[in-house]
């Protein structure tokens, strides 16, 4: 079945650091990749997404290419803010086709941003 | 606000009760996703329901289940709860085919 692999944490960084988050994928089809983020206490909020091949998905400063020939999906962000400090998620959807859209995730990495 | 809602926020119940959660979905959004968030198994996915047709299982235990109504709102039932179901359960909904999610800010459940 599919399956998400990330960094495990937690990842301490300071303020202004470049931030890296591995995630590879395991999927026999297609699948759609994403970021989500949560903050303490919160829900889940997407971060990003990318539906294909080489599509890069960026908000706020984070980015992450979908690279097909190495199933990786790597979260970077140039310069971290103290606000970034979350558990950061990667999950795929779609990817055994079908009509299961269910999203799986990666285990989740924690941030921690010191200033 | 996400648009999709989830309630109670918080419920506290012994083990052995039967407990009710409830999600609505974002508006126009047909697909109503269950997932269980705990320490030792991060987020797993329990059910999902499309249009009121149960449409895939995850790791749901026979003890827990649920369903979608007419008007698209979905309600997880647990039972025989045991100290381990004590989690964060969250409902998400969808429109279309994998491309876009979205999340309640999720309901934790306390077993004692």
């Known amino acids: 079945g599919d399956s998400v692999t990330q960094m495990e944490g937690p990842v301490t960084l300071s303020e202004e650091a470049f931030l890296t988050i591995n995630c590879t994928y395991t999927a026999t089809g297609y699948p759609s990749l994403f970021w989500y983020v949560q903050y303490p206490g919160e829900g889940l909020q997407l971060l990003l997404k990318?539906?294909?091949?080489?599509d890069k998905g960026s908000n706020k400063g984070f980015e992450a290419t979908y690279r097909k020939e190495t199933t990786s999906f790597h979260l970077e962000k140039g310069s971290v803010q103290v606000s970034d400090s979350a558990v950061y998620f990667c999950a795929l959807s779609g990817g055994s086709g079908g009509s299961n859209y269910k999203l799986t995730f990666g285990k989740g990495t924690l941030l921690t941003v010191n200033p | 606000d996400s648009g999709v809602t989830q309630t109670p926020k918080h419920l506290i119940t012994a083990t052995g009760q039967r407990v009710t959660l409830r999600c609505s979905p974002r508006?126009?959004?047909?697909?109503v996703y269950w997932y269980q968030q705990s320490l030792d198994q991060g987020l797993q996915f329990l059910i999902q329901?499309?249009?009121?047709?149960?449409?895939a299982k995850g790791n749901i235990l026979e003890r827990f289940s649920a369903q979608q109504f007419p008007d698209l709102h979905s309600e997880l039932n647990l039972s025989s709860l045991e100290l381990g179901d004590s989690a964060l359960y969250f409902c998400?909904?969808?429109?279309?085919?994998?491309?876009?999610?979205?999340f309640g800010s999720g309901t934790r459940l306390t077993v004692v």
């Open positions: 508006s126009g959004d047909l697909s």
């Open positions: 990318a539906t294909k091949a080489d």
């Open positions: 998400a909904s969808s429109a279309d085919r994998g491309v876009s999610y979205t």
């Open positions: 329901y499309y249009n009121g047709e149960e449409r």
